[in-house]
């Protein structure tokens, strides 16, 4: 009865407004394949339950059980039971034809109905009805007096099959419960792949049994073990996430030859982990059999830990160094006929192919790793694109058209800290003319946090929400490309993460009260709102000015990118100074005055040398926002003030603390705009 009055209720304005905004009122990411909306509303009410009508509930289950909870904690209704007592259907029926054995084939589409009486999911699938119940949840709605989810058919599947998120866990290290917070941040955008990338030069995390030293040498004591990755594993499976390992060799190798200096190639050298960032000398040895027995035992340890199919071992960056220092290595190469160091690499790397086989691992390595002769079994990871002068489609698609399956990175480098619209508009195929081979090889993408310059303080923060577009990217139909309407229901979907524990959010104002000695921080919050860290790897130039052991709780770490206010902001004064639409004018003017006022309010806080440094950041806005604001009013500025004006400006495109105010360019127009109107 209840729900048939809420259906009355809504269903005069909403249809019609449903259809004509659809994007808009529903905030779903990745965006369905397929959607029509129905003038019905499921209420959700104590009486919600679910039944599933499968072959092994487990995952589904587990699937239910959280939905259940996160849908009570989300509306605040008290769920009486949750599954039906008696074996009858639920409110909500879930029904599958298959569990996944998780793999590339893996069918994750599915089919979801909901009217006003019931809800129907369906999917080939276990991991189908994950994805369906996430798409649910989102779906979730409210009025002033109620919680429903409206009325939608969906039919949605994948249009690629690799869709993953990169953890360098090397460069600093991350906990088990960070892992886990992002594998079920990944769920809810319905990535399905968690690439560990385990080793580097600055620490190896994995505990092995068979080559201890490696964890106990070059780890700091910071290392999973053995049954935490094992652990990790079977919760990501538990989401419909694969797990691929990465071994990097034989660069990137500075800690496996602080445990085994042995194994080097250049002789007599105590290697120590490194603590700096970049691209270092340290690499194996690819010309002795004690190379080839101890990565054959290493391999086969931790193939078997990582149930999946595809085993990646890095090979990038390796710029061979020690290798043409090595009279040995160079002996060597002219014995086997290996006139370059990629053709030694090649060497190298079809011998661990042969190593994974007997794991009955496919080998999968940057795309370093594409030399003319290497396997086309090998999966290419394209990491370089067109920026890096390759051509056209970059890695990716020379990948694809010379036979490997590939899988994209290149310009979904979250750590360079662009804005979310250059991982959105990085459409991995475009316009590029592809045989139905040569398209089915390229597998997906994957988003990549290298973490030189975060700890599990901030990763989140550097991850989400980006991610959550570069999500919608893999998963989405390529025209799904509106950016401002993906950024409407990026808004939601970010907040809600916290829901599942991502803390990319209130540790920002954590950053702030640990900077202020737990003042108040309005101040830089919102200089925090126009300022962004340096892009690129500017910040960190040279990789030596932040360590291992550096802070990252600076005033760079709590900012973030697409700094909000200077999103509003710049487009506000873009419509001004363009159309002079007036009706800009005044929230220019609001947020002028909020600024003005900022060096006053950062005054108040007990300075600290953390704090202390912001002072010409703090100032110079005020004093260029007092400015212009007296420009924009009283149309009149004396020439002493305008050389004040333009000289905080300047000093404004100066980097302070490692963040860019990026509302310069606005700052400038709109001093161009007073000085015509004064
Ligand atoms: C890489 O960024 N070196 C794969």
């Not at 994948?158 to 906990?175: K, N, T």
């Not at 893999?474 to 907040?495: C, P």
Request: charged residues 25%; hydrophobic residues 35%.
């Amino acid at each position: 009865m209840k729900n048939t009055i809420v259906t009355i209720i809504f269903i005069s304005g909403m249809l019609l407004n449903a259809q004509n905004k659809l994007n808009e009122t529903l905030n779903l990411m990745p965006w369905p394949n397929d959607i029509t909306q129905n003038s019905s509303n499921f209420l959700i009410n104590s009486s919600v339950t679910i039944s599933i009508h499968g072959n092994d509930q487990g995952r589904v289950r587990n699937a239910a059980v959280n939905f259940l909870r996160r849908l009570a904690d989300r509306t605040g209704v008290f769920i009486d039971e949750g599954f039906p007592i008696s074996n009858t259907n639920g409110t909500i029926v879930i029904s599958f034809d298959s569990v996944s054995d998780l793999s590339i084939n893996t069918d994750e589409s599915y089919e979801l109905t909901v009217n006003d009486k019931n809800i129907q999911l369906h999917a080939k699938t276990d991991v189908g009805i994950l994805r369906g119940l996430e798409t649910l949840l989102q779906l979730t709605s409210n009025n002033a007096t109620a919680y429903y989810f409206p009325g939608v058919t969906i039919k949605d599947a994948p249009r690629f099959v690799w869709r993953g998120l990169m953890i360098d866990v090397s460069r600093h290290f991350h906990p088990v419960d960070v892992i886990k917070r992002n594998l079920r941040a990944m769920a809810s955008v319905k990535m399905n792949v968690f690439h560990w990338h385990l080793t580097d030069d600055q620490g190896f995390r994995a505990e092995s049994k068979v080559y201890p030293k490696l964890h106990e040498l070059a780890s700091d004591g910071l290392f999973y073990t053995q049954d935490q990755i094992k652990d990790i594993v079977n919760y990501a499976a538990n989401l419909g996430i694969r797990v691929i390992p990465e071994f990097d060799v034989p660069g990137h190798a500075t800690a496996f030859l602080t445990a085994y200096p042995e194994l080097g190639s250049k002789k007599d050298t105590q290697y120590v982990i490194e603590r700096n960032s970049g691209i270092f000398d340290p690499t194996l040895n690819p010309t002795i059999d004690d190379t080839y027995v101890f990565l054959d035992k290493l391999f086969t340890e931790m193939a078997a830990l990582f149930p999946d199919a595809y085993f990646h071992i890095g090979g990038d960056e390796n710029e061979g160094k020690h290798w043409d220092e090595n009279e040995d290595i160079q002996a060597f190469m002219v014995a086997n006929n290996l006139e370059t160091n990629h053709d030694l690499q090649t060497y190298f790397n079809i011998k661990l192919e042969k190593i994974l086989k007997k794991s009955e691992k496919n080998l999968m390595g940057w795309d370093e790793i594409m030399t003319p002769n290497m396997p086309t079994t090998a999966v290419i990871h394209a990491w370089r694109g067109e920026r890096q002068g390759l051509p056209k489609g970059g890695a990716l698609i020379s990948a694809a058209k010379a036979g490997y399956n590939t899988v994209l990175s290149n310009g979904f480098y979250i750590d360079l800290m662009y804005a979310v619209e250059d991982h959105y508009n990085n459409e991995p195929i475009g316009d590029i003319q592809l045989t139905t081979e040569e398209r089915a090889r390229i597998l997906g993408g994957e988003a990549t946090m290298w973490s030189e310059l975060v700890t599990p303080r901030t990763i989140d923060s550097r991850i989400w929400p980006r991610t959550a577009a570069i999500a919608e990217r893999l998963w989405s139909k390529k025209e799904v490309n509106d950016v401002e309407n993906m950024k409407l229901r990026l808004k939601d979907i970010s907040y809600k993460l916290e829901e599942l524990g991502i803390t990319h959010i209130k540790n920002k104002d954590a950053i702030l009260r640990g900077m202020t000695n737990n003042q108040d921080i309005t101040a830089l919050v919102d200089l925090s709102k126009i300022c962004e860290p340096l892009k690129t790897y500017t910040r960190n130039e040279g990789g030596t000015e932040y360590k291992t052991y550096s802070p990252f709780t600076l005033f760079a770490d709590a900012c973030g990118t697409d700094a909000e206010d200077a999103f509003v902001f710049n487009k506000l004064v873009h419509q001004l100074t363009e159309n002079v639409s007036n009706e800009s004018l005044t929230p220019i003017v609001e947020y002028l005055k909020k600024w003005a006022s900022n060096y006053a309010e950062f005054e108040k806080i007990n300075n600290n040398p953390k704090v202390n440094a912001l002072k010409p950041l703090s100032l110079n806005v005020s004093k260029a926002s007092r400015l212009l604001l007296k420009s924009l009013q009283t149309k009149e500025l004396s020439n002493e003030d305008r050389k004040d004006l333009n000289t905080s400006i300047k000093s404004l495109k100066e980097p302070c603390m490692d963040v860019e105010l990026v509302i310069i360019t606005s700052l400038e127009k709109l001093s161009q705009f007073s000085n015509k109107n004064d």
